[in-house]
């Protein structure tokens, strides 16, 4: 199985993680470089990663309200949130892009064969009439399935914020595998075991989404987390790679974590 989107992410945490241990006490230089254009990722995630220090959130929050573009803006709001900032602002700047992803309709642009394979290079018939009648560009309506939706519902996910459980849920009922697979990621992150079910449930709606929905499943760390990943996933080795991938990524927040809980190098 090939490494997803995510696990340039977790590289990119990787190296923060190094980059903070070599200088956790440098503030003023992290945050001269949050003015950067465009937004210095490393710097971002090496803030978080710091020990509590007065300047940061509220460095954090002007530099929310001086960009414009969204992706950058989701990942200061995303960083916020973790670090226990929760203005509602916050969390509905990520929440409103979520709920429109969870809640888009418009059919799947995927074809798939009698064997359920995604068919490359051929859009679904139900897509292709609705980009006809409705006018719109399959292309452009297809990379805001596969691309878009999905990161904005795990911009969501990695905020971890309780308010969040309801628009995780309605996820589950996505026609979008990756809004369902990331709905999944949130649901796990926030514990919601009594979801489990209609995870379940949407697997067996879906069509070629089930290893996408697998590769989520371990954020839960539950025996029936386990149990229905092993009906997704049969093989043991498949399975046992994509519960690595989670606890990688585990591993890294619970370092920043734990960084962010050190005491600060006194000056």
């Given at each position: 199985m090939k490494p997803t989107w995510p696990s340039a992410f977790l590289l990119c945490i990787c190296?923060?993680?190094a980059a903070v241990a070599l200088g956790q006490d440098d503030v003023e230089t992290l945050l001269v470089r949050l003015g950067?254009?465009?937004?210095?990722?490393?710097s971002l995630y090496a803030l978080e990663a710091h020990p509590p220090d007065p300047r940061i959130i509220p460095a954090l929050e002007q530099t929310f309200d001086s960009r414009n573009d969204k992706s950058e803006k989701q990942e200061i709001a995303v960083t916020l949130l973790r670090l226990g900032?929760?203005?509602?602002?916050?969390?509905e700047f990520l929440a409103?892009?979520?709920?429109?992803?969870?809640?888009?309709?418009?059919?799947?642009?995927?074809?798939?064969?009698?064997n359920g394979r995604a068919i490359r290079g051929r859009f679904s018939a139900e897509f292709d009439n609705w980009c006809k009648l409705n006018a719109q560009d399959p292309k452009t309506i297809a990379a805001r399935q596969i691309g878009e939706y999905p990161k904005?519902?795990?911009?969501l996910a990695r905020s971890q914020d309780p308010r969040a459980n309801a628009i995780f849920r309605e996820g589950l009922e996505s026609p979008y595998p990756n809004v369902v697979a990331y709905s999944v990621q949130g649901l796990g992150r926030l514990q919601d075991t009594t979801a489990l079910p209609l995870v379940a449930k949407a697997c067996e709606r879906l069509r070629g989404g089930q290893i996408a929905v697998a590769m989520e499943l371990p954020w839960y760390g539950t025996r029936e987390a386990e149990a229905l990943m092993e009906r997704l996933v049969p093989d043991r080795k498949g399975r046992d790679f994509?519960?690595?991938q989670v606890q990688q990524m585990r591993v890294i927040e619970l370092k920043e974590a734990l960084s962010r809980a050190s005491a600060p190098n006194q000056k």
């Open positions: 190296f923060c993680l950067t254009q465009p937004l210095d990722l490393h900032d929760r203005p509602a602002k916050l969390f409103g892009y979520a709920r429109i992803a969870v809640e888009d309709r418009t059919p799947l642009f995927m074809d798939f064969d009698g904005d519902v795990l911009f994509l519960t690595r």
